[in-house]
């Protein structure tokens, strides 16, 4: 079977990041890229694991040579995954990408090949509850994620698949699916 480069977005706090995590944890034929970014290593965080961590100067070098299969910028920093990286991995393996809808379709446009796939909540009362249960957001940020919800999920169309991260166990197995499609 061709190794797949698969593309997970949805909002946040829909359990993206778990079901990923779950299938890397499950297959030994599954990786997760890791991105490089600008920002500062949070506490725990170990260069090559969470991310690459790069200067300003690294970071806009490679942009230049065109070391980025998509990169942006959030919050002040960029952010970008790396395709040398991405490619050398797709020789053993089937690698997932994290983004956000925006970096997707960037990747999509420079690797017409990926598989998109958006992770969507059951509804947004059940996601609203998940954000508030987190007790990691304050109720500001609870309502700009909320508004930021819409905005992803109004570019489902353009999506290979939308898995409806309802019961968590479903989710994975379906994204189990589309890797061995
Ligand atoms: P954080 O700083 O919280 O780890 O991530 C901030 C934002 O950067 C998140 O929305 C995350 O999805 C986004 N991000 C992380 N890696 C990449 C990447 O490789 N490309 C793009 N476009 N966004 C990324």
């Given amino acids: 079977m061709a190794n797949k480069l698969i593309v997970v977005s949805g909002p946040a706090g829909v359990g993206k ?7 890397v944890k499950k297959r030994a034929d599954v990786v997760e890229s890791v991105s490089c970014t600008t920002r500062a290593p949070r506490a725990g965080e170990v260069h090559g694991r969470e991310y690459y961590f790069l200067t300003r100067e690294e970071f ?5 040579e065109k070391d980025f299969l998509e990169y942006d910028e959030h919050f002040g920093n960029y952010y970008g995954t790396p395709e040398s990286f991405v490619r050398e991995m797709l020789k053993e393996k089937s690698v997932i990408l994290e983004i ?4 997707a379709l960037n990747a999509k446009r420079a ?3 990926c598989v998109l796939v958006m992770i969507a909540p059951p509804s947004v009362e059940e996601l609203k509850r998940r954000l508030i249960g ?3 957001e304050t109720e500001e940020q609870i309502a700009g994620r909320l508004s ?4 992803e999920l109004s570019h489902k169309d353009k999506y290979d698949y939308v898995i409806v991260n309802d019961v968590i166990e479903n989710a994975v197995a379906e994204l189990e699916r589309i890797i061995d499609k």
């Fill in 17 to 23: 990041g778990t079901i990923v995590k779950t299938v």
């Fill in 60 to 64: 806009e070098r490679r942009i230049q």
């Fill in 100 to 103: 956000d809808v925006i970096g």
């Fill in 111 to 113: 690797f017409p090949d």
């Fill in 134 to 136: 987190r007790g990691t």
């Fill in 148 to 151: 930021r919800l819409e905005y």
